[in-house]
């Protein structure tokens, strides 16, 4: 089984199914973490993302982690991340949200240009989550620049072209998440995991 992988986290017995974990992905700016935020009033237990989580903790530090100084060292912070964020959610009972996985990272490192380490593809290999990973497409409307998030639209559309190509060639079907209020985006995802928890 892949999870056995050494050096990843394994899932204890009772708790290997990964059809459980949900992720969230596409470019930046989507609506995804404010998503998470209308799924965690629902009930739903929600992984953050990891890249505007290295971003805080790199600056508060003086590191070097960021992706506009070194993009290589900010991607396997990500990566260290999400494996951490992959193995307490094997940990929880019931069905976990994440906001980005895995294949996000491996689809960082294509769009800056950067290779690909032989690591991160079994990272992304053995490290699985429900086949179906939900994308939030670009939304101009709602797209916004911070302290965090630098990237253009362009950049934005890029990278959720990245992530739908990432994702579908390591075995995931993507569903595209409707252009609705938070609200009803939340509802479109809670039914869909409760949908799974009647399986």
Known sequence: MAADTPGLPVAPADHRRTDRFF???????????????HLRP???????????AVIRDQRAVGGRGLPWVDPALFAELMLSWDLRSHREAAAHE?????????????????LSGLAVPDHVRTAARA????????????WPEIYRTDGERRQSRAEAERTHEAMVAAYTEYGYEPVEL??????????????????????
């Open 42 to 52: 629902l009930g739903l237990a929600c992984a953050p993302e990891a890249g505007r």
């Open 23 to 37: 992720v969230v992905t596409g470019g930046p700016g989507a609506g995804k973490s404010t998503l998470l935020a």
């Open 178 to 199: 409707p252009r609705v209020p938070p609200a009803e985006r939340a509802a479109f995802v809670a039914d869909a995991v409760a949908a799974w928890g009647r399986g």
């Open 127 to 138: 490290v699985r989550y429900h086949p179906r990973v939900f994308v939030a497409p670009p």
């Open 94 to 110: 019931g069905a976990v949200v994440f906001d980005r996985g895995v294949v996000d990272v491996l689809g960082y490192l294509r």
